[in-house]
């Protein structure tokens, strides 16, 4: 692929640039046979005969002066405005073209990166973004353009505009960055307003509140210096290495074509021969009449000229960022430094007393007013938290994006497994309960009363689905989970607030006789003793108000009066939002769906709903397709442009297969027929009314087992783990070759080592990288990210020893706390700046230490660093007690206040003094900044021990409590690091 890549580049800057080149067209022979094409070779012509490549040359240029002209005419704003339809897709096809090479040239990259720009097509902020860059490239190809004499000639004027378009992507690429910066935060809210998935309804609200909310923290003259500085240098090194390029290729192309060697490397060389073939077809078309092939070549021209830009601003950007934030960041953070060093030096030496600082009558230089005051101090925590998270990300700048890649394809395909075996799971479990209850019912071992300690799914209608109900008396579930759990507990309640609703209207009466009748029909099924009947009364009621569409409406025929309609819609608003299910199996699905417990499972799995002969609305109702549908074990698929899927298996009997569904000829199913629709055995030819009663009569026995003997449960676990765990273990095998490539890597860029150098050019970017790190001399900055995770942890310590005592002794006036700090972080037997730490901080780094070394053994199990990650947090938790520094501590009373005797008989002996937070507001704020920077801390070197885990080693742990520790890190990371690092090319 890299080759055919450079040999693409090549031929079609030379076809689109049309260079001057004397010859003949002659027969190609190939393998010894005369090809059926032409190809110009150099030879000898009559003076004035012009070649095939001057013609060529001479119908682009031509081509190029009417769309000059036609620009000219238009306006520039007009014409790009016009073209932005074509040249967008040729963008896309340029920008997927470079991803593409560079996945296949670094094989342990990003899985998502295709997937990702194929669905960027879809985003309104992605085409702003891009017209912003056609904008910008625009205009400034105009103002080129009108500083060129309108004498020129064509050809002149061509390669000229040529030069400029490179210019033109600098300033389009610039405009399309600002505009993605600034309207990036938007983008939730824009999914939000046209989001039909339930699954993402709440993510996406608490998404665009977050964005929006931080959007503004991120636009100071640091971080936006730091982002686009360096973007800057790259894109004009790029634009004049594509100068370069593009002239020394079409100069190279000259030679050759010109020299005598160029018919020996046609015969000698395979590669030359593919190459003859290529230009040799180019060729023929110019004879061919009319514009076409002139216009398909300038368009090839154009997507060669964006790919080659793009591709190698590619490969220049990573040095540029590199070498920019090796000296950037560290001259910024000296700055960082010295202010935490004044502040925390001036809270030591008023013992935290913010009030003291202002009874000293010193006098503050200009640039520092009030350089006492040290109430800042803790947003100078927070700050140095989010400069030392960016600082690792800029270390680890080649393999963070490839990593989170990684992480969000594992984490949607383990969520679509465990969401399956939950819904499989649920759906058995019930269903055994169901059968078996109704089997002891008609064995008169039970009375029907028995069916009220059960749910009844898959069976269960729920016919009072979304009437409001309050929260169920002695009972801690949400009323949308008892759906799922206990629905036989939810409905009496339900039922209640219908009738209770219903008994305040009785004594309504209508004048008009037809809305009377209406009425008095809707109230006798509303008052209902039974489920069903309510539920047909809220189905009517739906109808009538138009919940179910316009022509349902139109044909219940009801009384088209206004009044008789803002009943109704007063009474359904009252009611709450009531939609019934009344099909057996919908029930269970809607049940399913909206369970808190599965809900971000679901959102995580992101199952796609839609295929050839179905789409649907819920999980429940595509896994419910599933269980008949499916093949005989759970696959992964093995796409090749986009990610993964997982497929989960049939529990029906082998050769049942309803033709109806489970074909591409079979009828279209969606969740309004799945349910409902009379299904046909294949085999036996036997019909089933329902999707359920289908599962229920062709289910496989040895996985639900003998429902006649409650002791006789299914072996589900042991059929999953064959048919699912097992089966799948393969593909994710073929993961993990890949993955470890890039955790080698990783790891590499904790301690500094070249352990990954694996080929030749490995060790020579490694080099390349090192070679840039020497640029950095920064004391606090270190060049590996073990070094920086000590530093940090350090500092945290060490500022908590200061908020922990009443006073400091320690001799410092001189030397800075930082320098001595970043010198201790050396040394793993260091005691802090202070000499001596109290208890709890000694026992928080000696566990911190011990982290460190999982992080250096080969392997390390899920169970050995979530242990560890407890105890750190267990220990962070209580130096934050015992600080009185917890919002339970904070609003129950001030903590100096005199204590009972109870309290008094389970304090702990400790050296740390609590903060009064009326009087000491700054050193609270500084404990909890501190407290969460090293809850950070944990979090991602969490997040690196787990890359330690073997991909196909997921499959063995417990999902949800795995998915439990990936959406921890997650969240302590985004939490810190509001403003996007600069570390890394976007």
């Known amino acids: 692929m890299r080759h055919i890549f450079a040999i693409f580049i090549l031929f079609s800057l ?328 004044r502040l925390w030096k001036s809270a030591d030496r008023f013992a935290w007393d913010e009030a003291a600082p202002a009874s000293k009558n010193i006098e503050c230089p200009v640039q520092t007013p009030n350089c006492l005051n040290f109430s800042d101090i803790s947003k100078e925590v927070i700050n140095f938290s989010t400069q030392m998270q960016q600082w690792r990300e800029h270390l680890n700048a080649a393999n963070e994006q490839d990593l989170a890649g990684w992480m969000e394809m594992t984490k949607k395909l383990l969520n679509q497994i465990s969401l399956s075996y939950s819904f499989y799971n649920t759906y058995l479990t019930s269903l055994f309960e169901t059968l078996n209850v109704g089997n002891r019912i008609q064995n008169n071992e039970s009375t029907t009363e028995a069916w009220n300690n059960y749910s009844r799914y898959p069976f269960r209608q729920l016919p009072l689905y979304g009437i409001a109900t309050p929260q169920i008396k002695d009972s801690d579930v949400s009323v949308r989970d008892q759906y799922l759990l206990s629905p036989h507990k939810l409905e009496p309640y339900q039922i209640t607030h219908v009738h209770n609703t219903m008994k305040r209207l009785t004594g309504l009466t209508l004048s008009n006789k037809e809305g009377a009748k209406q009425w008095e029909l809707l109230l006798s099924k509303l008052l209902s003793a039974k489920a069903n009947e309510i539920g047909q009364g809220l189905v009517d009621l739906n109808t009538i108000v138009g919940v179910y569409g316009i022509e349902k409406q139109r044909k219940a025929n009801f009384l088209a009066d206004p009044k008789f309609m803002n009943l109704l819609i007063s009474l359904r608003k009252e009611l709450g939002n009531p939609l019934p299910v009344v099909y057996a199996g919908a029930g269970f699905s809607q049940a399913f769906a909206m369970n808190e417990a599965t809900l971000e499972m679901a959102r995580e799995a992101n199952f796609s709903w839609s295929g050839k002969t179905y789409s649907f609305t819920k999980d429940g109702d595509y896994l419910t397709y599933q269980m008949v549908c499916g093949g005989e074990k759970g696959v992964l698929t093995d796409h090749l442009l986009f990610s993964d899927d997982f497929i989960a298996p049939r529990i029906v009997k082998a050769n049942s297969k309803p033709l109806q569904i489970c074909n591409n000829y079979g009828t279209f199913v969606n969740s309004n027929n799945l349910y409902s629709m009379v299904l046909t055995n294949e085999a036996s030819k036997k019909d089933s009314v329902g999707i359920t009663n289908y599962i229920t009569e062709n289910i496989n026995y040895d996985i639900l087992g003998d429902f006649r003997d409650n002791k006789n449960k299914g072996r589900f676990d042991k059929w999953w783990s064959a048919n699912v765990k097992e089966a799948t273990r393969p593909r994710f095998r073929d993961f993990d070759e890949k993955y470890q490539v890039l955790v080698n890597k990783t790891f590499d860029a904790i301690w500094g080592t070249n352990a990954s150098d694996a080929t030749y050019l490995d060790f020579v970017k490694s080099r390349a990288v090192k070679g840039l790190d020497l640029i950095n001399q920064s004391n606090y900055l270190p060049k590996t990210l073990a070094g920086s995770f000590h530093f940090e942890i350090e500092f945290y310590l060490d500022i908590l020893q200061s908020v922990s005592l009443k006073k400091n002794t320690a001799s410092y006036n001189s030397v800075s706390f930082l320098d001595r700090i970043a010198e201790n972080s050396k040394n793993s037997a260091s005691a802090g700046v202070y000499a001596k730490r109290v208890s709890e901080l000694t026992e928080l780094k000696s566990l911190f230490d011990a982290y460190f070394n999982l992080l250096e053994k080969r392997q390390v199990t899920f169970e050995a660093y979530l242990d560890f990650s407890k105890k750190i947090r267990e220990q962070i938790e209580v130096i934050k007690k015992r600080l009185g520094a917890d919002e339970s501590a904070k609003q129950s009373k001030l903590v100096n206040e005199e204590k009972t005797e109870a309290e008094k008989q389970t304090d702990v002996k400790t050296e740390i003094q609590k903060i009064n937070f009326k009087q000491q507001p700054a050193k609270h704020a500084t404990a909890i900044a501190a407290i969460d920077g090293l809850n950070l801390v944990e979090s991602e070197m969490r997040r690196f021990l787990r890359m330690k885990l073997l991909i196909s080693q997921t499959l063995d742990i417990e999902t949800k409590e795995f998915m439990a520790d990936v959406k921890d890190t997650k969240k302590s990371s985004n939490d810190s690091a509001k403003v996007r690092s600069a570390a890394t090319p976007k």
């Open 14 to 341: 030379q076809l689109a640039q049309a260079q001057n080149a004397d010859g003949v067209l002659v027969p190609v022979q190939m393998d010894g046979q005369q090809a059926p094409m032409m190809l110009e070779m150099p030879a000898a012509q009559p003076a004035g005969d012009p070649s095939v490549l001057d013609n060529l040359r001479r119908a682009i240029n031509e081509e190029a002066s009417k769309e000059h002209a036609q620009t000219q005419k238009d306006g520039w704003y007009k014409s790009t405005t016009k073209r932005f339809v074509p040249e967008s897709m040729t963008f896309f096809l340029a920008t997927g073209l470079v991803v593409y090479e560079t996945a296949w040239a670094k094989a342990h990259g990003d899985p998502l990166a295709m997937e990702r720009h194929i669905l960027s097509l879809k985003d309104p902020i992605a085409s702003a973004s891009f017209y912003a860059f056609m904008v910008a490239n625009g205009f400034y190809m105009h103002r080129k353009g009108l500083s060129l004499p309108a004498t020129m000639d064509a050809q002149t004027r061509a390669q000229m505009m040529r030069r400029f378009s490179y210019g033109g992507m600098v300033w389009g690429s610039l405009a399309s960055s600002l505009i993605s910066d600034v309207f990036s935060p938007f983008k939730p809210c824009l999914d939000r307003m046209f989001a039909s998935d339930y699954r993402k309804d709440k993510h996406l609200e608490e998404t665009c509140k977050k964005g929006l909310d931080g959007a503004w923290e991120q636009w100071n003259v640091r971080n936006k210096f730091g982002q686009y500085a360096p973007q800057i240098m790259s894109l004009i090194l790029s634009q004049k290495t594509a100068e370069i390029v593009t002239a020394g290729i079409n100069n190279k192309v000259s030679r050759v074509a010109k020299s005598e060697l160029w018919e020996k490397f046609a015969i000698k060389d395979a590669t030359k021969k593919m190459i003859f073939k290529i230009s040799a077809v180019d060729a023929i078309m110019t004879f061919i009449p009319g514009k076409g092939p002139v216009m398909v070549l300038r368009w090839a021209g154009k997507l060669v000229q964006f790919t080659g830009f793009m591709y190698i601003d590619h490969l220049l950007s990573t040095s540029v960022y590199r070498g920019f934030n090796n000296a950037w960041r560290p001259t910024s953070f000296v700055f960082d430094a010295m202010k935490i060093d």
